[in-house]
């Protein structure tokens, strides 16, 4: 099946995916001027459905965004919730995908926040499945780049121009030889890699920089501190984390909706434990792929089908 789209869907219309332009003079486009969510969809061949993990949570942190950049919209948090699953039943993907409802600003008055200069849009791609079973792991590099504060451009609100810090990162890192960064803040300590959180196991306990620690407010995070606790019966600490932490860590993995969980093998070009994936973290991520893949009855409300029943409307409102 070709993995390109047939439909996006723009301020109320569903439109063929080549007709989905914006206009070059966007503050969309001209500044980054947008909240977004990354949301994952996973095909599941031998039910013949899409399942879409945690829809309300990512739609519910789409609506905390706009809240501070002071996006308004004709539309309720249900409202997109369904235009997302008719976008996608309309789109007939077979296979993992990718959603990214966003909120945006238009053509206006420069830093303008008048309701006629706000838009909305969903679209939708297809993911290949990585060989997920098998990944021998990442090598990162503490980025000389700092990671954006509160006081600066708050990196709880998922908007497009925050990525330009974990852009600069990601690349020096690669032009330096490791594959991907971690970032530290103002004070120097741990925050996440580009467009990723972080994970350190040591002597049998989880650890994760704290959220007021300069991070994205991650959903797969949230998950994942629930999985330690509840299936891997471990203790978590969420918490300041000094960058030599990373070196004495037995286990780091990285997290996120696009990274879904990724050992790290090397920090610094110091060895992660004994440089090779760890127990807790393969076993983090066999469960992982097991609830999201459908798998787990006991997470199943986690997904959302979308060629199935569907819940009755909550009543949630933006």
């Not at 569903?14 to 909240?35: D, I, Q, Y």
């Not at 990601?170 to 103002?186: C, E, K, M, S």
């Not at 797969?220 to 203790?235: K, N, S, V």
């Not at 434990?273 to 973290?281: A, D, F, L």
Request: charged content about 25%.
């Amino acid at each position: 099946m070709s993995d390109t789209p047939k439909w996006a869907w723009l301020d109320g219309e569903f439109v063929p995916w080549e007709a989905a332009k914006l206009h070059v003079r966007t503050e969309c486009v001209m500044r980054g001027a947008n909240v977004f969510e990354g949301v994952r969809g996973y095909w599941d061949e031998r039910a013949a459905e899409l399942r879409v993990l945690q829809l309300d949570e990512h739609l519910e942190r789409l609506h905390r965004s706009k809240k501070v950049l002071r996006l308004q919209v004709p539309y309720s948090r249900w409202d997109f919730r369904e235009i997302s699953l008719e976008l996608l039943r309309r789109n007939e993907f077979r296979e993992d995908v990718h959603l990214r409802p966003t909120v945006y600003f238009g053509e206006g008055d420069g830093f303008g926040y008048s309701a006629e200069t706000i838009h909305m849009g969903a679209f939708v791609t297809a993911t290949a499945q990585r060989a997920r079973r098998n990944v021998t792991g990442i090598a990162c590099a503490v980025s000389s780049w700092q990671r954006i504060s509160d006081r600066d451009v708050p990196p709880r609100v998922k908007a497009a121009g925050n990525y330009i810090n974990a852009r600069l990162a990601t690349v020096q890192a690669r032009v330096d030889g490791y594959d991907n960064a971690i970032l530290l803040n103002a004070e120097g300590k741990v925050t996440e890699a580009p467009a990723a959180c972080l994970f350190l196991i040591r002597d049998g306990v989880a650890v994760t920089p704290a959220v007021t620690s300069g991070i994205l407010d991650s959903i797969t995070r949230g998950t994942l501190l629930r999985l330690f606790r509840d299936e891997l019966h471990m203790a978590v600490e969420e918490r300041d984390v000094d960058r030599t932490e990373l070196y004495h860590a037995d286990e780091v993995f990285l997290c996120g909706t696009h990274t879904e969980v990724l050992p790290v093998v090397s920090v610094d070009r110091y060895p992660v434990g004994s440089g090779t994936v760890g127990g807790i973290t393969s076993a983090l991520r066999d469960l992982f792929f097991d609830i999201v893949r459908g798998r787990v009855a006991r997470y199943a409300a986690w997904l959302t089908p979308v060629y199935g029943r569907v819940p009755a409307a909550p009543g949630a409102t933006c």
